[in-house]
């Protein structure tokens, strides 16, 4: 078939576009939907026939062959930083296929430590890998630097990474900008959240005035310890990480807090600063 990567493609953007032209030919659009009826195509197959009909959306047709439209929603939570929370990020389809994409890959996590790469299990316990490059890391990617404007290029975002977190897994009070490359934005998204505990912790962000937030911020935990966001399966937290000059922000120390029963598995995606260094390793 030449250019077209499927029968169904081949269906969808040779015979419509025909069927419709003699339609019109004839002068008899009330007849168009006969035309194209199962009937009128019998010497396609039945599985033929099923598959074009489900590509005959709009939806279905993006799906197959792109990145899907987002759906997501957007709550600023601060502006100074800023950081915003993004409901449903990313589908329940998505986030079980990064996990599932990643589950072979994963390995303990590191840390940076005067100047050196290693594991510490005082400081981070989970297991975290780098994803390879598929049509889905794609689209995820895609979505995460369209979310920040036309000034953010691919080049300045690293590759994915997921991160598996167990009982008592944790990663202690951190700055994402504290490293040589300088993240500029981070995304935290939670691909998997069945546990107890877990929470991303804020310690310098202002408590929430409105009880609205209660729904994505565990108010059950005094404020004066900071903001912890619950883990909620497919939704997100982005924060930008440096000031206007460059310096970082110091309110953007974060912990994953330790939990208590189950598992959370979490996707990274950071922007670098440009001008600054894509590490190769997992941190």
Known sequence: MGVFQSLSQYLLLYWLPIIAGVTY???DFSGFASLISPPKLADLS???WKTFSRLSTTENVNSHYGC???TYKTHIFSKDPLVIYI???LTTE???????MSSELLNDSLVVLNGEARVDKDYRVSRSATLPETDLERC?????QSFQGYG???GMMEPL???EYGISGHFSYHFDWAKRHLRETTFFVYLEANCTGGGTGFPRLDAPEEKEWCKFVDCQRPFDEGVVFKPIKGNAIFWQNLKEDGEGHEKTLHAGLPLTSGKKVGLNIWTVKRGFEIQDYDL
């Open 161 to 163: 990474q997921v991160v």
């Open 25 to 27: 030919l004839k002068g």
């Open 87 to 89: 409901e449903d990020f």
């Open 94 to 100: 998505e986030a079980d296929g990064l996990v599932g």
């Open 140 to 144: 995820i990617a895609e979505r995460a």
């Open 46 to 48: 039945e599985n033929i």
């Open 152 to 154: 953010t290029s691919s």
């Open 68 to 70: 899907r439209p987002h």
